[in-house]
């Protein structure tokens, strides 16, 4: 820290993390983890802007909005009933709608017409529908 301060004194800029680590004979790594490890922690509840009417706060800044509890409930409820469906239809579902793979693509992996495939494929689905309901 006393380098960094000095630096910007003397230069009248930040040391970038290449300049504090030559100075000090320190990998860059470990300079940036040095580094981070002495900030002050936040909470996520810390107000970053007020309109005057309404807060924003830190956690609407980082909020995950792929990982929701929705999201989470959803994909457990989908393990649980492909766990539930025989092997071939597991396989059709999770090549076609997992994989992202056509009919026509499946079939020709697994040595079955694609009519097959679609007789399959919706079978399992039926069966899904049955199992979810």
Same mark, same amino acid.
């Given at each position: +820290?006393?380098?960094?301060?000095?630096?910007?004194?003397?230069?009248?800029?930040?040391?970038?993390?290449?300049? *504090?680590?030559?100075?000090?004979? @320190?990998? @860059?790594?470990?300079?940036?983890?040095?580094?981070?490890?002495?900030?002050?922690?936040?909470? =996520?509840?810390?107000? %970053?802007?007020?309109?005057?009417?309404?807060?924003?706060?830190?956690?609407?800044? %980082?909020?995950?909005?792929?990982?929701?509890?929705?999201?989470?409930?959803?994909?457990?409820? *989908? +393990?649980?009933?492909?766990?539930?469906?025989?092997?071939?239809?597991?396989?059709?579902?999770?090549?076609?709608?997992?994989?992202?793979?056509?009919? +026509?693509? @499946?079939?020709?992996? *697994?040595?079955?017409?694609?009519?097959? %495939?679609?007789? =399959?494929?919706?079978?399992?689905?039926?069966?899904?529908?049955? =199992?979810?309901?």
């Amino acid at each position: +820290m006393q380098f960094k301060e000095r630096y910007l004194k003397e230069n009248g800029k930040e040391a970038t993390l290449e300049i *504090i680590s030559k100075e000090l004979g @320190v990998g @860059v790594e470990d300079i940036s983890f040095s580094l981070d490890a002495i900030q002050d922690p936040i909470s =996520l509840q810390e107000p %970053v802007y007020n309109d005057g009417a309404e807060n924003i706060y830190i956690m609407d800044q %980082v909020k995950d909005s792929k990982n929701t509890d929705e999201s989470w409930t959803e994909k457990m409820t *989908i +393990m649980q009933i492909m766990k539930k469906l025989n092997d071939k239809e597991k396989m059709i579902i999770t090549k076609r709608f997992f994989d992202g793979r056509t009919q +026509m693509e @499946v079939a020709g992996e *697994i040595g079955i017409s694609q009519a097959q %495939v679609s007789r =399959l494929e919706k079978n399992a689905i039926e069966h899904i529908k049955r =199992l979810y309901k």
